[in-house]
């Protein structure tokens, strides 16, 4: 990119990495709260203590998952801004409303883990996942067009950027369809993320 050119190309992504970077953490940390100690009625027992244990179960899954799916997302992410040399106020913003989600998944990962036999729960968090993916792919989409990417990114790094955002938005849109088939079961669909991911790289 030649300094000639409009100064707003020339934004530093550093400043944007340490706001992600902040962001992630404290959204993976609030995930925890929705693990909170629970109260029990009535006289205390160990067969209490354990009944009130595993009526916790469903929020430590929700709260696992969503913990690794947000590590994953920003594993992506720091993979796409090892390429990106430049940012301009667009790629700036698509960024600040890709992390708006990113905030709100320890609301939908706790609405998942109190109601989770009720589809609504699962449509939220599955939309809140759906626009990650979706943004973050946008975010790689609007750098690769506009050519913000450092000249040493070849295209097969470029290639397996595209197919794994397009995983995650695919396997999300699978997850969404079957909050209203098993519910209590649809979150499991990103278990494919996984495999499919090493089997992309390994292409």
Not at 177 to 189: G, Q, V
């Amino acid at each position: 990119m030649d300094k000639s050119e409009s100064t707003e190309l020339l934004m530093d992504t550093k400043r944007l990495e340490t706001l992600v970077d902040g962001i992630f953490a404290i959204a993976m940390t609030l995930l925890v709260l929705g693990l909170a100690v629970p109260q029990i009625s009535g006289p205390l027992s160990n067969m209490a203590v354990e009944r009130s244990l595993t009526d916790l179960l469903p929020n430590l899954i929700s709260m696992v998952l969503s913990f690794i799916l947000l590590a994953v997302f920003w594993t992506i992410h720091h993979r796409i801004f090892k390429q990106i040399k430049y940012i301009n106020s667009t790629l700036l913003w698509i960024n600040i409303i890709w992390l708006l989600f990113i905030v709100l998944v320890p609301f939908s990962a706790s609405l998942t883990g109190e109601y989770g036999s009720y589809p609504i729960s699962h449509v939220i968090f599955n939309l809140n996942l759906l626009s990650i993916a979706f943004f973050l792919h946008l975010n790689w989409y609007f750098a690769n067009r506009s050519g913000f990417f450092h000249k040493n990114v070849d295209s097969r790094q470029i290639n397996t950027t595209k197919k794994l955002n397009v995983l995650f938005i695919g396997v999300a849109i699978l997850a969404l369809a079957l909050s209203y088939i098993i519910p209590s079961w649809c979150e499991m669909a990103y278990l494919l993320i996984i495999p499919l991911e090493t089997l992309i790289k390994k292409k």
